[in-house]
C-alpha cells in the first residue's frame, strides 16, 4: 500500500461543531485530493492540492476548507459540521498530471467515516 | 456533475465466469481508468488506458475504449470470490489544466459466488 494514512478513522460530533480531517502521505507526492462517498454518488471531489500552500476547490467545497503547510499533509476542515457531512472521507495522492505526460494513477487512504448528528 | 456513468449497478454472477462492466462519459478525455474498492476500503488502482489506446490487457483485466462512442468496458476474465468488490471508471478530461483531477463513476457491485 502507499504511504497514505488518515486520522481519526471515525468520528462522530455534533451539528454545527468544527471537525479536522488528516491525510498524511510519505510517498513525497506532489499532488493531493480529498474527495467524500455517499452511496448513489459515487467519489466527489472536494478540495485539492497541487503543491505546498496550493489548493483549489473541487465539485462539492461548499462548507469545507482545506490546507496544505507541508508537502505530506493535507488537512480537511469541516468549519461548522451539519447532517449532510455525513460521509466516507477519503484522501488521495498523485505522482503527476496527465499534462506533464506521467500517469496521474491515485492512490488512495483507508478513509474516513464522520457522522454529523 | 458525473462524468462517468457505469452499467450495470449491480453483477452477480458465478466463480469461473466472466464479468463485464461498462463506463460511458460525455467529455473529451486524456485517459480513463479502473479502480476497484473492497468493502470498507480505499481505491485501489487497476488499469489506466490513454485516449489513443483502444484495448489494454492486465493479467485477467482487458479494459477497451471507444472515443466515438464515449464508453470503456472492463472485462474480468474466469472470475474469482476474490474479485467481489465495487467496481469505477474515473476519466481525466482533456482540456485546461487537470492537476491530475479525475472524475469518478458511480460504480459497479460485483459479486462472484463460489
Known amino acids: 500500500d502507499a504511504g497514505i494514512t488518515q486520522s481519526p478513522r471515525h468520528k462522530v460530533t455534533e451539528t454545527g461543531t468544527p471537525v479536522t480531517l488528516r491525510c498524511h502521505q510519505t510517498e513525497n507526492h506532489r499532488y493531493m485530493y480529498w474527495y467524500r462517498q455517499d452511496p448513489g454518488h459515487g467519489l466527489r471531489l472536494i478540495h485539492y492540492s497541487y503543491g505546498v500552500k496550493d489548493t483549489d476547490k473541487g465539485e462539492v467545497s461548499d462548507g469545507y476548507s482545506v490546507s496544505r503547510s507541508k508537502t505530506e499533509d493535507f488537512l480537511l476542515t469541516l468549519e461548522s459540521a451539519t447532517s449532510s457531512q455525513t460521509s466516507v472521507y477519503f484522501c488521495?495522492?498523485?505522482?503527476?498530471?496527465?499534462?506533464?505526460?506521467?500517469?496521474?494513477?491515485?492512490?488512495f487512504g483507508p478513509g474516513t467515516r464522520l457522522t454529523v448528528l | 456533475s458525473q462524468q462517468g456513468e457505469e452499467d450495470p449497478q449491480a453483477l452477480s454472477i458465478q466463480e469461473g465466469e466472466n464479468a463485464t462492466m461498462n463506463c460511458s462519459y460525455k467529455?473529451?478525455?486524456?485517459?480513463l481508468q479502473w479502480y476497484r474498492q473492497n468493502s470498507g476500503r480505499g481505491l485501489v488502482h487497476l488499469i489506466l488506458?490513454?485516449?489513443?489506446?483502444r484495448e489494454k490487457h492486465s493479467g485477467r483485466l482487458r479494459v477497451t475504449l471507444d472515443t466515438s462512442k464515449k464508453s470503456s468496458s472492463l472485462l474480468i476474465t474466469a472470475s474469482r470470490a476474490a474479485d467481489t468488490a465495487s467496481y469505477f471508471c474515473a476519466t481525466d478530461d482533456a482540456g485546461g489544466t487537470s492537476y491530475g483531477k479525475l472524475t469518478f463513476g458511480q460504480g459497479t457491485i460485483l459479486t462472484v459466488h463460489p
Open positions: 467529455t473529451s478525455i486524456n485517459n
Open positions: 488521495a495522492i498523485s505522482e503527476s498530471p496527465t499534462t506533464s505526460g506521467g500517469s496521474n494513477e491515485q492512490f
Open positions: 488506458i490513454r485516449s489513443n489506446e
